[in-house]
């Protein structure tokens, strides 16, 4: 049993290393010039040790991907766990994703380009994605009506209708337009949140 668990955590480091790998090479030549080869020339290992890990290039790709956004999961949660009134929780989630997505965008293009084949690739990675970051928006709306800072009848419902509006300010294409075009995306992401909020605090009735 012990050799099992040292044989998986090496598996685990090695994956990592592959991914870590393939984003430097994505960065340097950008990912159609990268392939498996060159993923396995980097590390010093041959390519046919990659596809034990990996079937396909795109899978490394789409890890990197699936990795970044298990990332912001993790920074969204921080919101949800943390106490202080919801709006600001709220308010500082969806501004704390967006400003990751700038950053991303603005220091790591190449790798920030692969958000887009996984969005015409892959949907169901961008479903599971916006279903957990609804999870954790429908956990910061249920405190705040058990703490009576809300009035919702719907907490799934109102939960959808954040995740909706924010989408413009998370959403990998939207970001990059917004930049490009020098929006004050910031201040626009903020007047939507406490806008939503100032409704749920009024009361409102959702289907």
């Not at 999961?73 to 921080?78: D, G, I, P, Q």
């Not at 190449?110 to 169901?124: F, G």
Request: charged fraction near 30%; include cysteine.
């Amino acid at each position: 049993m012990p050799e099992a668990s040292t044989s998986s955590t090496d598996d685990q480091s090695f994956r990592a290393q592959i991914l870590e790998a393939a984003r430097m090479q994505v960065r340097r030549f950008g990912e159609a010039k990268t392939n498996v080869v060159d993923i396995a020339r980097a590390l010093g290992t041959s390519h046919t040790t990659i596809y034990r890990h990996f079937r396909l290039k795109s899978e490394i790709f789409d890890a990197l991907v699936i990795e970044a956004m298990r990332d912001e999961e993790e920074m969204a949660r921080r919101f949800v766990e943390t106490d202080g009134p919801v709006v600001e929780r709220l308010e500082g989630m969806v501004l704390a994703l967006h400003a990751r997505k700038r950053d991303r965008f603005a220091t790591d293009p190449e790798v920030y380009s692969l958000y887009r084949r996984i969005m015409e690739e892959r949907p169901e990675i961008i479903a599971a994605y916006a279903a957990a970051m609804t999870a954790l928006i429908a956990r910061i709306l249920e405190d705040g009506r058990r703490r009576g800072e809300m009035r919702i009848d719907n907490i799934e419902a109102a939960a959808g209708v954040v995740r909706d509006a924010v989408t413009v300010f998370i959403h990998p294409a939207h970001v990059a337009a917004a930049v490009t075009a020098g929006l004050p995306s910031e201040r626009m992401a903020r007047n939507v949140v406490r806008t939503l909020c100032a409704a749920f605090q009024s009361g409102v009735e959702l289907g």
